[in-house]
């Protein structure tokens, strides 16, 4: 089960013989198939013990069903922004970008939102020319002023000039051997509360993207690409 945005929900439905209101339908990716659909759901149930609506949808791209749950409903009582939404089973989502740290540049948000938009739409053109944009948008923004005009291959490689990869591990490197409540937390000085302890793990995961799964993810492509077996198109003349 995995928690999904609350503001998925398109409409709502009052349950028959209960007063309180189940979700009408969802807007999220369907898990089976990818992309991004509205779920009509039906065979509404309220748990009051525990104050959820569940309910369940039929994609209408591929048909699969999805559960879904809705918590913090009670009878008589309006919406509050208390409500969340699960659903079963669960999506192969990508990175939320309103989760990106504020130092990641407004147009490598709108350019990273398109190209995933696209892809869960099933744009596969779409996604292909928005996934270079944003490729162009991470290295260009890491450049100067007046070297943001170049090719992608040529950004990539301006970049290492300008641009020290290892600096973001070196600053961790010096947290944690300094007296910083980050070095406390670490070499277990301090206990953290929950969400110190979420943003640890958060940390953890970011940094086995970096070094453990991107090098990988790379080399993986590069072998489907080479096999042809990646079902790239052949554009003819």
């Not at 147009?107 to 190209?115: G, M, Q, V």
Request: aromatic share 6%; glycine share 6%; proline share 5%.
């Amino acid at each position: 089960m995995k928690q999904i945005d609350v503001t998925g929900i398109r409409s709502w439905i009052t349950i028959p013989k209960v007063k309180v209101e189940g979700p009408k339908a969802i807007g999220t990716v369907c898990t089976f198939c990818s992309e991004q659909v509205v779920f009509t759901t039906q065979g509404h149930y309220f748990d009051q013990p525990r104050s959820v609506v569940s309910c369940t949808g039929s994609c209408p791209s591929c048909k699969n069903l999805t559960h879904f749950w809705v918590t913090e409903l009670k009878i008589d009582r309006p919406r509050d922004s208390s409500m969340q939404l699960y659903m079963r089973p669960v999506p192969d989502v990508f990175l939320d970008v309103t989760t990106f740290d504020t130092d990641v540049p407004e147009p490598l948000r709108r350019a990273f939102t398109s190209a995933v938009d696209a892809c869960n739409s099933g744009n596969n053109t779409a996604t292909a020319v928005l996934c270079r944009r944003t490729l162009e948008v991470i290295f260009t923004h890491l450049l100067p002023e007046d070297k943001r005009n170049l090719g992608l291959a040529d950004s990539i490689l301006e970049v290492e000039k300008h641009a020290d990869m290892s600096e973001p591990l070196g600053k961790l490197a010096v947290a944690i051997k300094s007296d910083s409540k980050l070095g406390a937390l670490f070499e277990l000085e301090q206990e953290p509360d929950h969400a110190t302890s979420r943003s640890m793990v958060k940390l953890l995961e970011y940094l086995v993207l970096y070094l453990y799964l991107l090098p990988g993810d790379i080399l993986k492509l590069e072998q489907i690409l080479s096999s042809g077996e990646s079902g790239v198109a052949d554009s003819g003349d």
